[in-house]
């Protein structure tokens, strides 16, 4: 599964407004991969594996880093990053992806 | 004025040509700008500096102020000294930017030669463009004279660029009024500057082996601690202009404060000015002297960050305090200064009855008479209870 952020500072709202680096400077690259953007989701994709031709159009088009090729080739979604826009869905070959809504 | 002056040399010049002579001095490496009255003798005269090999400096020609602004950034996140000017609606079109500036802790100095915000459209001085950019997190200073111009803009340099401070820092100045009349002024030589003013070392630049991210956004999460950071810095650069203030004032003789004060012993009755409206206050301040009116004068330099100390302990004793100010909050408290020094004053147990008259908008001329007039006019009005939230000076009808 991922690993979200690279630990080397304090997560963002631990850190207290004396320890902001100098002009909100960032040292290290990738720290963007953080943000749990997944909080945003209404909806789900989900695969119906027996249609999937695992051509992987839906992990190339997902704006995020968001699909996960699964042992096999499969798909799914890291539930970290996926926030539920449904390009996988709108974009797949075969029409094996649908969209669940959330549960509250 | 008691101190020796250091090899002081006294010359009649444009104060728009005395600030680009500052900036030469301060050995400015970087300059983006586009001309706008009245600020454009000042960028002109560089452009000639830089043209003719006189100033070591990249001077970028850009096609609109959003842009010189912009630019100004880059240069200056490349590490280089950085300085640009401006007016008016040369500084609203900046103003998403003069933000950023700040927020990326970027030590710009910009000169506003201020003038009236459009509309209708005028060329004329008044305050209403850095009152509407009161907000945007930079060090803000006032100057009265071409010899405090000069001044101050050499000193901007060595405030902005202060580690503990790397904020960028506007001085403003009176379009016209004060940037196209000649005076004579004590320069100050290249030695002299050069050692007072240390090569600028960026906490961090654009450079490839050391690679950062610059203007980042910020999640709900740590946005405010990220403002919180910068208010702190902005009013602790207090102390540190106090320094460079002190500094100067030994190498030169001319001592500056954040709050100024004029013939202030035991006066009753204080008025309170900014920029050069400020030496014409003085002439009249005088003469209200001389026929015994307990009048003074108090001359507020240092905008932002703001002196409260300063100005709670220059209005101690007063009676009745006023506020000129020379923009106005359309709808609002009416001038700007005015609605900040009431604010400022209202922990006070004891205070002076505050009344606001905006004066000088769009270039109208200010005679010492108006602020005789001003003064004999609030004078009633205190006696007779405050009817209105301010006045405007010399309306018609």
């Not at chain 1, 088009?61 to 970290?80: K, L, N, Q, S, W």
């Not at chain 2, 803009?153 to 940037?179: H, Q, R, Y």
Request: glycine fraction near 8%.
């Amino acid at each position: 599964m991922t690993t979200p952020g690279t630990a080397l500072r304090k997560p963002l709202d631990q850190t207290t407004w004396q320890e902001i680096e100098l002009g909100g400077v960032l040292r290290e690259p990738g720290s963007a991969r953080e943000y749990r953007v997944g909080d945003w989701r209404s909806q789900h994709p989900v695969w119906t594996k027996s249609r999937c031709i695992r051509c992987g159009v839906c992990w190339t088009v997902c704006p995020e880093p968001a699909i996960i090729e699964e042992p096999g080739g499969y798909f799914d979604m890291d539930p970290y990053y996926c926030k539920g826009c449904g390009t996988c869905a709108r974009e797949c070959v075969t029409g094996c992806i649908t969209m669940v809504p959330e549960e509250e | 004025m008691s101190a020796k002056p250091a090899k002081a040399k006294r010359v009649g010049m444009e104060v728009s040509i005395a600030v680009s002579h500052a900036v030469q001095l301060a050995r400015a490496e970087a300059i983006a700008a586009y001309p706008i009255t009245p600020q454009t003798h000042i960028v002109e005269h560089l452009s000639s500096l830089v043209a003719n090999g006189e100033l070591e400096a990249e001077f970028v020609n850009v096609e609109s102020e959003h842009s010189a602004i912009s630019t100004c950034i880059g240069m200056s996140a490349a590490g280089a000294r950085t300085y640009t000017a401006t007016s008016s609606q040369g500084l609203a079109l900046m103003h998403e930017i003069l933000y950023i500036t700040s927020a990326m802790r970027f030590p710009i100095v910009m000169t506003v030669a201020n003038r009236a915000l459009s509309g209708p459209l005028s060329i004329w001085n008044d305050h209403s463009d850095i009152m509407g950019a009161r907000d945007i997190g930079w060090i803000q200073i006032f100057v009265e004279n071409g010899q405090e111009a000069f001044d101050h803009s050499v000193m901007a340099f060595k405030i902005a660029e202060n580690a503990k401070v790397l904020l960028p820092t506007i001085i403003n100045l009176d379009g016209f009024i004060l940037s196209h009349v000649v005076e004579a002024l004590e320069m100050v030589d290249q030695a002299t500057v050069d050692k007072f003013l240390p090569a600028y070392v960026p906490r961090h630049n654009l450079d490839p082996k050391h690679p950062v991210t610059m203007g980042a956004f910020a999640m709900p999460e740590i946005y405010t601690e990220v403002k919180m950071n910068h208010q702190v810095t902005l009013t602790q650069s207090y102390d540190h202009i106090l320094k460079v203030w002190n500094e100067w004032g030994k190498l030169t003789g001319r001592q500056y404060q954040p709050v100024e004060r004029y013939q202030t012993k035991d006066a009753k009755i204080l008025l309170l000015t900014m920029g050069c409206l400020s030496e014409v206050a003085e002439i009249a301040v005088e003469e209200m002297r001389d026929q015994g009116l307990p009048v003074g004068l108090l001359k507020l330099r240092l905008w932002r960050p703001f002196p409260f100390q300063d100005l709670r302990e220059a209005v101690k004793g007063a009676e009745l305090l006023i506020v000129c100010d020379r923009a106005l909050s359309l709808g609002g408290p009416g001038g700007p200064v005015l609605s900040e020094v009431r604010s400022a004053l209202y922990p006070m147990a004891e205070r002076p009855a505050t009344v606001g008259y905006i004066i000088g908008l769009g270039g109208r001329d200010v005679n010492p008479s108006a602020f005789k007039d001003i003064v004999n006019k609030a004078q009633a009005e205190v006696s007779e209870g405050l009817k209105e939230e301010f006045h405007l000076y010399g309306v018609r009808g």
